[in-house]
């Protein structure tokens, strides 16, 4: 007569349980990486990326409105001061026309360049995330996609400042909004960029009457 013993179910048993122990180890090493990164380096990098973003679109812009406003911008030309027959001043007022053609052309050539800027992303070296001066800018670098969010926006503003007596300062500038989008794996963050662009200043000799121009209507 054979006799069977129940060792080798037993032993079973065991592997079972080690197996589910290693498992759940797994698990939870995983998820607590997950939530190192999640909490400790994504931030990081988004406002590494966030800085680096900011500066290439703001660099952009600036460029593009030197290019265009010094080529194209007269203070004669867009802004019309007009006097009466004894040199004072009557009406100031503005060539809406030929402003917003200036404007709608940075727009566009903003938005070409910006597409470039959107298709090579930004890189963050991979010692940033230490937060180590001496390995700030060491290790390999991670390329961060970007995206436009919405168009860009513009809008003049017009500034009279007291230049002496009789005489007033004026100042036209030019500022910009745009939106876009830093993306990682995991995350993402939105970023507001807003630039103020000096366009021209230049001296009216003069009184300047209640009603200034504004620039933003025709």
Do not use: W
């Amino acid at each position: 007569m054979k006799y069977y013993t129940k060792k080798p179910k037993i032993r079973l048993r065991i592997k079972h349980k080690k197996l589910i122990l290693v498992i759940i180890i797994i698990f939870v090493l995983f998820n607590s990486i997950l939530y190192c990164i999640d909490n400790s380096i994504l931030p990081a990098v988004l406002k590494m990326a966030e800085e680096e973003m900011k500066r290439e679109a703001t660099d952009i812009v600036y460029e593009t409105a030197l290019d265009i406003y010094s080529r194209e911008f007269n203070y004669s030309d867009m802004v019309i001061v007009e006097k009466d027959n004894n040199g004072n001043i009557t009406m100031i007022r503005a060539d809406t026309v030929k402003l917003n053609y200036l404007s709608s052309k940075l727009v566009l050539e903003s938005n070409k360049k910006l597409m470039n800027l959107q298709e090579l992303g930004v890189k963050v070296p991979l010692g940033y995330m230490t937060k180590n001066l001496v390995i700030h800018n060491l290790g390999p670098k991670i390329n961060i996609k970007m995206e436009q969010v919405g168009n860009i926006t513009s809008s003049y503003e017009s500034v009279f400042e007291s230049a002496g007596i009789n005489q007033t300062r004026h100042k036209i500038y030019l500022n910009v909004d745009l939106k876009i989008r830093a993306i990682l794996p995991m995350n993402s963050k939105d970023i507001n960029i807003t630039c103020q662009i000096p366009v021209a200043e230049t001296i009216i000799v003069g009184k300047i009457p209640n009603t200034a121009i504004e620039l933003n209507k025709p």
